[in-house]
């Protein structure tokens, strides 16, 4: 026996979902996250997202979620009687700030700079990098890494004769790992706040 | 090890759930955060006086969680003692199951460390087989946040529990039907989970040796002995799954308890009683987060060798104010409370909770009275968002600095380095390296 999961439950299972996939699920897709046991549910529950402005019915009757689903919007406050208000279906595709500077959350981590080994790639002393941990680095990506031992962050350059870590710092040579090589993540933004 | 026999059922997975521990979790969230910490004995619990994790370095020298701090120094001068991190924890126990989730929707938020996943069907949306979607579930907790996971995966959530636990560290074990009788011959039956030590000894004073022997007496032996839980037990070791994953999150909560150990052992009634009401004002704090009420209060007092004494009361209406609950905390207080006697924990369990929407009429009600109470219920939210928690607090917390600061109050690091923006109460809800780069 399926338990009927309430609306709120939904409406979270949802968003992680638009989060995670940045779309909409499909019918059978949303069956599945939504434990419903047939597909005139899923038509039910988006008749009733689109009545409360949750997602859009484009032409063609393509859905496309909106910011009251994603949750950016929240201070435009309340719609009254279900329908959007133009200013909501403006913004239906926008991105917070975490999403666009985040690209897998669950394996991003913050991490100060102390070192200038990167200054002229603009990474400063001081600076909160974006570091994505598990992924594989792609030349010239910025990379946190483990160098016999040593931490530093550099680019990642692959050439002809295997790995080379290079600073964007003319006061320091590049490094070629001699013993071992771990890769802690690659930086996908940089952060800096002024006060 | 007496011989398994004969299996009693034949096929591979036709259920597929797997339990996967995080590995001594905390200390392991603390080592992949600060690499200066790996290889070396690790502890935390350093604000309670008592080991509540220890790292595999520190189990190999006997360190295990309970353990009192001073002991653990004595045994190893080199340990490193440090404070619990609960709001890192946490943030690396949500990624932990968001990561599962990408597997499959069917997933149990067991505990902060441990979890369920339903497998079954899963082999026609991934290439391969369950063994290899359970082990890159596994392979990606360890690539994205840098520690390791302990993997069961079985028939049903008892057998794939009892699997996880049979490798660890980092283990991976997977048990399929036809090889049930060999996996249960090599567990002892204080593994499996439900069986506490009082029905272990029931038990072997039946001649059940294995979890294998008990798998294989008939049902209604079982039943006579240890009723319908004991039933489940069995059909969940003989590969029927009887538990379903209970896939919501803990949202809906059917009691709230807060409490907390004191840095040291009190003996004063006030500072003792002081802290059961803070515990109350937590409690109610949360209660209000999530629009609930609670009609039932528990007050727990523990003492020094963790004797627990509790004593609950019913409210004669449900409420989500502080200031009607608190005027019968002080008689739960006094029914408990020993003179002299040692304390290092007191707890707050509100229950019966119900939605805070809904009105409850009631003609018997003083309206004026209870407006005024949810007024200060509502004043006391706002001085908490503003200035942050307890800052505005009933008069009993002014016994609270009476009791003498330890050097055990230390703070997680991440509390005392706070970025630019970021405050004692709010931090951003990313995880922070230590890599020295």
Redesign the interface.
């Known amino acids: 026996m399926s338990?009927r999961?309430s609306w709120?439950?939904k409406l979270?299972?949802l968003r992680?979902f638009c989060r995670?996939e940045r779309r909409l699920p499909g019918y059978r897709e949303a069956m599945?996250?939504m434990q419903f046991s047939s597909s005139n549910a899923v038509f039910g529950m988006f008749a009733r997202l689109a009545r409360e402005g949750f997602v859009h019915k484009g032409p063609g009757g393509k859905l496309s979620p909106t910011g009251r689903l994603t949750g950016s919007v929240r201070l435009l406050g309340a719609v009254a009687a279900g329908f959007p208000s133009p200013a909501e279906e403006e913004l239906a595709d926008i991105l917070s700030l975490d999403e666009f500077l985040i690209r897998?959350?669950?394996?991003?981590?913050?991490?100060?700079?102390?070192?200038d080994?990167m200054i002229e790639a603009g990474i400063h002393p001081g600076d909160?990098v974006?570091?994505e941990?598990?992924a594989s680095p792609r030349n010239r990506d910025i990379v946190?890494a483990?160098v016999d031992d040593e931490?530093?962050?550099k680019y990642f350059v692959r050439d002809r004769d295997g790995v080379r870590l290079e600073p964007a710092n003319r006061k320091y040579p590049p490094i070629r790992p001699r013993r071992s090589l771990t890769i802690?993540?690659v930086v996908r933004a940089v952060i800096r706040?002024y006060? | 090890m007496s011989d398994a026999g004969s299996p009693w059922r034949l096929d591979g997975f036709p259920r597929a759930i797997a339990h996967f521990d995080g590995d001594a979790f905390f200390t392991s969230v603390e080592q992949a955060?600060d690499?200066s910490l790996r290889g070396r004995p690790v502890v935390t619990g350093k604000e309670r006086g008592i080991i509540a994790c220890a790292s595999y370095e520190a189990k190999a020298l006997g360190i295990r969680r309970g353990v009192p701090l001073w002991e653990a120094r004595r045994r190893c001068p080199d340990l490193v003692v440090l404070p619990s991190d609960y709001e890192t924890y946490s943030l690396f126990s949500k990624?932990m199951f968001?990561?599962a989730?990408?597997f499959t929707?069917m997933v149990e938020e067991h505990s902060i460390d441990e979890g369920f996943a339903d497998f079954t069907g899963l082999r026609r949306l991934r290439r391969g087989d369950y063994a290899g979607a359970a082990r890159e579930l596994q392979q990606?907790i360890r690539?994205?946040?840098?520690l390791t996971v302990s993997v069961g995966l079985s028939l049903s959530k008892t057998l794939a529990k009892l699997a996880s636990k049979f490798r660890k560290p980092a283990g991976f074990t997977a048990v399929e039907g036809r090889h049930l009788h060999l996996f249960l011959a090599r567990r002892e039956l204080a593994d499996v989970w439900g069986f506490g030590p009082n029905t272990v000894a029931l038990l072997q004073k039946f001649g059940v040796r294995s979890p294998l022997d008990f798998a294989r007496r008939p049902m209604e032996w079982v039943r006579r002995l240890l009723g319908k839980t004991g039933v489940e037990i069995w059909s969940e070791l003989r590969g029927d799954a009887v538990y379903p994953l209970e896939v919501?999150?803990k949202?809906a909560y059917l009691t709230i308890s807060k409490g907390q150990t004191f840095t040291s052992p009190s003996t004063d009634p006030d500072y003792v009683y002081a802290r059961l009401v803070r515990n109350a004002e937590s409690a109610f704090i949360k209660l209000r987060r999530h629009r609930l009420r609670a009609r039932a209060m528990v007050a727990v007092l523990c003492r020094h060798h963790y004797e627990r004494r509790a004593a609950g009361a019913r409210l004669n209406r449900a409420t989500s104010a502080i200031h009607e609950a608190v005027p019968l905390l002080r008689p739960l207080f006094e029914a408990v409370y020993e003179s002299g006697a040692s304390y290092r924990a007191t707890m707050v369990i509100l229950q019966e909770l119900e939605n805070d929407a809904e009105e409850q009429p009631d003609l018997f009600e003083d309206r004026l009275r209870i407006e005024r109470m949810r007024a200060a219920s509502r004043a006391m939210d706002v001085v908490r968002e503003l200035y942050g928690k307890h800052r505005l607090a009933l008069g009993t917390s002014l016994y609270l600095p009476r009791h003498p600061k330890t050097d055990r109050d230390e703070k997680p690091w991440r509390r005392t380095h706070l970025?630019?923006?970021e405050t004692e109460r709010r931090r951003?809800g990313?995880?922070?390296?230590r890599?020295?780069?």
């Open positions: 338990r999961l709120e439950e979270r299972r992680e995670r599945a996250l897998r959350p669950e394996a991003t981590f913050l991490l100060t700079v102390s070192g080994s909160l974006l570091v941990r598990g946190v483990q931490w530093t962050l802690g993540g706040k006060s | 955060l690499p990624r968001d990561i989730r990408r929707p990606a690539d994205e946040l840098g919501e999150p949202s970025l630019g923006g951003i990313i995880p922070m390296l890599w020295p780069v």
